[in-house]
Each structure stands twice: as C-alpha cells, then as structure tokens.
C-alpha cells in the first residue's frame, strides 16, 4: 500500500510569507503527528491528530498551526515566516491514537524541506 | 520533562559492531524506538522495545533496555557501508500520542 505522501517535497519563501504543507498519511491512519527537523534541534514535535482534533501539541509559537481533514489528510499552516523557520517537515502516521495500549509505531513521510530567505 | 539524549557521533569499521547508546528521561515510558533516516530521506524504522522487556533482536539488530537507568542501546553487528545513517532513539512517555525523539547519531563506516 502506499506509504506517506507529502507535498510539496521544496519550497523556498521569503520572510514575513506563509506556507501550507500536506500530508496524506497511510490508508487507514487516522493518527498524523508533524515534526520539525533542523541540524541544531535534532526533531521537534509540532503536533499530532487523531480524527481532525488535535490531540497533542509541542512548545512551538502560535504561527504553528495544523488542522485535520476527514479523510485523515493533514495540513500544517506556518505563518509570517521567519528565517529560522527552514527545516525538514516530517509528517508520519499511525493506525492508533491517543489511549492505545499499542506500540503506535509511526510510518514517516520523505518530508517537506522548507527554505526562508 | 520528556528528553532523549544520543551521541551526535559514531566511527565504525566496517565488519565491527557498531553501539549507539540513548539515555531518556521519562520513567513513565512505555514503548522505545529506533529509527534510521538515510541522505533526503524520511524516518524508517527500525525496532521497537516494549518498557517490559530487558532485550530484543531482529537479525543484525540487538535492543537492550536498562529502564533502571534509563537507558537504551542498539547494536548492529558486521556493520556495513549501507548502515551509514543518522540514528535516532524516541521513546513514548505518559502521553501515548506524543513520541519524543533524541538529536539522531550519525554513524559513519571506515573501510
């Protein structure tokens, strides 16, 4: 079956622009959590879905955001960017959500890789 | 707090075992992980380790877990070229759907 698709895979913005990324996680998924991957904070945890709530979150500023499709497809919104804003965006999937007892194993996406200038 | 911590570095010779070692802090963990992520690539992985569990191991691969110390490590053995990779440890704390990752080892094989 086909494993985690995300898009677009570059993009380069310039400060103060926004951006949208997509993941459409593995069919039959409900659970997609975001991570952020820089060389110098190793990956972050940006949030994590389970059936369009957003069910747990990290320490990262509001301009942050994500949101949940019914279809299980998820978007991460970052507003006004700044330069530090360039990372991998990983997005991964998983069949259980919050409360399993399960290994909740995630399957990772290639990422997004996100250049501010 | 959650926090996993690995070594940034590891030099193998090729054929040797190769030992990267996590610490975590959580002691409410209850699944550790290991992931490996090759050049332009996502997370694949590897293993996992049940809290309940002291040792696993999947071919090449050997899992120890010293939950007293908070301590995890995997060892390849007859390391090869194609394990060069950057290896991260996570662990799955208190709250089942936040998985926290170490900064990733990235291990290197001398011919």
């Known amino acids: 079956k086909a494993g985690v698709t995300q898009t677009p895979r570059y993009l380069i913005k310039t400060r103060g622009q926004q951006v949208t990324l997509s993941c459409s996680p593995i069919?039959?998924?409900?659970?997609v959590s975001w991570y952020q991957q820089t060389p110098g904070q190793g990956l972050q945890f940006l949030f994590e879905?389970?059936?369009?709530?957003?069910?747990n979150k990290g320490n990262f500023p509001g301009r942050f955001s994500g949101r949940q499709f019914s279809n299980s497809r998820s978007e991460m919104n970052v507003s006004t960017l700044e330069l530090g804003d360039s990372a991998l965006y990983l997005c991964?999937?998983?069949?259980?959500?919050?409360?399993?007892?399960?290994?909740?194993?995630?399957?990772f996406g290639a990422g997004s890789r996100l250049t501010v200038l | 707090g959650e926090d996993v911590e690995q070594s940034l570095f590891l030099s193998v010779r090729e054929g040797d075992s190769s030992v990267i070692n996590c610490t975590y802090t959580?002691?409410?963990?209850?699944?550790l992980y290991w992931y490996k992520q090759e050049p332009g690539a996502g997370l694949q992985l590897l293993t996992y380790?049940?809290?309940?569990?002291d040792m696993k191991q999947d071919q090449r691969l050997t899992v120890l877990l010293n939950k007293k110390d908070k301590h995890l490590s995997l060892r390849i053995a007859d390391t090869q070229t194609g394990d060069s990779a950057i290896y991260f440890c996570?662990?799955?704390?208190?709250?089942?759907?936040?998985?926290?990752f170490g900064s990733g080892t990235r291990l290197s094989i001398r011919p």
């Open positions: 380790i049940f809290s309940n569990m």
């Open positions: 996570a662990e799955r704390g208190s709250s089942a759907s936040k998985i926290i």
């Open positions: 879905y389970f059936s369009e709530t957003q069910r």
């Open positions: 959580d002691s409410s963990s209850t699944y």
């Open positions: 069919s039959g998924h409900r659970s």
């Open positions: 991964a999937s998983s069949l259980e959500g919050t409360g399993s007892s399960g290994a909740n194993v995630l399957t």
